[in-house]
């Protein structure tokens, strides 16, 4: 109840700043297109074999385990074959048969890695590096705005990011309210 409470007095104060920036995002060739969805069982695997081929893939984010820098149904992200793997990276990782997450390297202690999402505030998941399927490359945001993953601005962000651990907690709250 409480929580519910400082939610609606966060969103009551911050209201008018949230319709002032509230994006619109229009495509006047939605109407026409017709989306399909397939579940991320029979449709990550596929896109696993097309990277494992040297190839690169686009692929919508799904889920709220990376906020804040990437959206449900929002965001997507460019995968691509990968030759190195650092701590910050973010990758498509099998954690187990037919399971895929799409999260961030916390730790790398020889072959086996350790991941989070950055809206995560607990709970890691650990995998190998013959696990990993594909390295993000590019965000691409609505409209088409690309961020190169080796973007020195985004680097120090989520370098900023992984150190507010303690306190990631209040600040995906804030938010989640503002959004």
């Given at each position: 109840?409480?929580?519910?409470?400082?939610?609606r007095?966060?969103?009551?104060?911050?209201?008018?700043?949230?319709?002032?920036?509230?994006?619109?995002?229009?495509?006047?060739?939605?109407?026409?297109?017709?989306?399909?969805?397939?579940?991320?069982?029979?449709?990550?695997?596929?896109?696993?074999?097309?990277?494992?081929?040297?190839?690169?893939?686009?692929?919508?984010?799904?889920?709220?385990?990376?906020?804040?820098?990437?959206?449900?149904?929002?965001?997507?992200?460019?995968?691509?074959?990968?030759?190195?793997?650092?701590?910050?990276?973010?990758?498509?990782?099998?954690?187990?048969?037919?399971?895929?997450?799409l999260?961030?390297?916390?730790?790398?202690?020889?072959?086996?890695?350790?991941?989070?999402?950055?809206?995560?505030?607990?709970?890691?998941?650990?995998?190998?590096?013959?696990?990993?399927?594909?390295?993000?490359?590019?965000?691409?945001?609505?409209?088409?705005?690309?961020?190169m993953?080796?973007?020195?601005?985004?680097?120090?962000?989520?370098?900023?990011?992984?150190?507010?651990?303690?306190?990631?907690?209040?600040?995906?709250?804030?938010?989640?309210?503002?959004?």
């Amino acid at each position: 109840m409480l929580k519910a409470l400082i939610t609606r007095f966060v969103r009551l104060l911050l209201s008018p700043w949230r319709r002032s920036k509230r994006r619109r995002y229009a495509d006047p060739e939605a109407k026409t297109l017709q989306h399909r969805e397939l579940p991320n069982e029979q449709y990550l695997p596929v896109v696993a074999r097309y990277i494992a081929a040297g190839e690169s893939a686009v692929i919508s984010v799904k889920g709220f385990s990376m906020r804040p820098f990437l959206e449900h149904c929002r965001d997507k992200v460019k995968l691509s074959p990968w030759t190195e793997l650092h701590v910050g990276d973010a990758i498509l990782a099998e954690i187990s048969q037919g399971h895929f997450v799409l999260h961030r390297i916390i730790a790398i202690d020889g072959h086996r890695l350790t991941l989070m999402g950055d809206g995560n505030v607990r709970g890691v998941e650990h995998c190998t590096l013959a696990d990993v399927r594909g390295l993000v490359t590019q965000y691409i945001r609505p409209g088409g705005h690309v961020i190169m993953a080796s973007d020195p601005q985004l680097c120090r962000k989520i370098r900023c990011w992984r150190r507010l651990l303690p306190i990631r907690r209040l600040l995906l709250f804030i938010y989640k309210a503002t959004i």
